[in-house]
């Protein structure tokens, strides 16, 4: 099966009930889905924004993708869902995303993007979900979805197939990373073989080396 976007969903920062009584907080984790074709832009889709810039965004962060498998496989844990419970700004279908590969390249109609790095949740993927287990479960889960870098500005639209135009030798994927991250720390020089990745793997794994008992 040809791996194809089932759905495109932008959002706007809001203001919600924060993890605190009486507390606010902003975010746009609240994505809604649009038809026809949407404009990806040099860090972003348009009508798409996010709350916390220094977190969320930049030109590492663009556009967030999540599978239609992992959103099945979160319902027979969960229960009902909805489907943009992720926050996610393209759901995909047919591509187990678990095994993309750090800095492969996906053609998507006209625009070109590249995975750059796993997800890692905040709280208020805690607050969209009702449940502030959820970002806790989410990590130990080892489905991250993939954050998107923008290599080439143009339209995509839902419905559009996915073509991975090229992949790195090195094939370590987003799953590997989160796993090395939280899990097998062991591993911390895996991600050094990874250029693709931001500047802070290379530095948290630089760290957690200097650390080993000589």
């Known amino acids: 099966m040809t791996p194809i976007v089932r759905t495109v969903a932008v959002g706007r920062p809001r203001e919600?009930?924060?993890?605190?009584?009486?507390e606010t907080t902003s975010t746009a984790i609240w994505k809604e889905p649009v038809d026809g074709p949407v404009e990806v832009g040099p860090e972003n889709l348009a009508g798409d924004e996010q709350a916390?810039?220094?977190?969320?965004?930049?030109?590492?962060?663009s556009v967030y993708a999540y599978g239609e498998e992992d959103l099945a496989w979160w319902?027979?844990?969960?229960?009902?869902?909805?489907?943009?419970?992720?926050?996610?700004n393209l759901t995909i279908a047919g591509y187990d995303l678990r095994d993309a590969v750090v800095g492969e390249h996906w053609r998507i109609g006209t625009a070109e993007l590249v995975v750059v790095q796993p997800r890692t949740p905040c709280f208020k993927l805690g607050l969209r979900a009702a449940d502030r287990s959820v970002p806790r479960r989410?990590?130990?889960?080892v489905r991250p979805g993939v954050y998107l870098r923008v290599a080439t500005t143009g339209t995509l639209a839902a419905g559009d197939p996915i073509d991975v135009v090229d992949r790195p030798a090195h094939g370590?994927?987003?799953s590997e990373v989160i796993a090395i991250v939280h899990h097998e720390?062991?591993?911390a020089a895996r991600l050094l073989e990874v250029p693709e990745l931001p500047a802070g793997y290379h530095h948290w794994a630089r760290e957690r080396l200097a650390r080993r008992p000589h």
């Open 16 to 22: 919600v009930p924060g993890p605190r009584d009486g």
């Open 52 to 61: 916390d810039r220094v977190n969320h965004g930049g030109p590492e962060k």
């Open 75 to 88: 319902r027979d844990e969960l229960g009902a869902l909805d489907d943009q419970v992720f926050g996610q």
């Open 138 to 141: 989410f990590t130990a889960a």
């Open 172 to 174: 370590v994927t987003v």
């Open 185 to 187: 720390r062991d591993r």
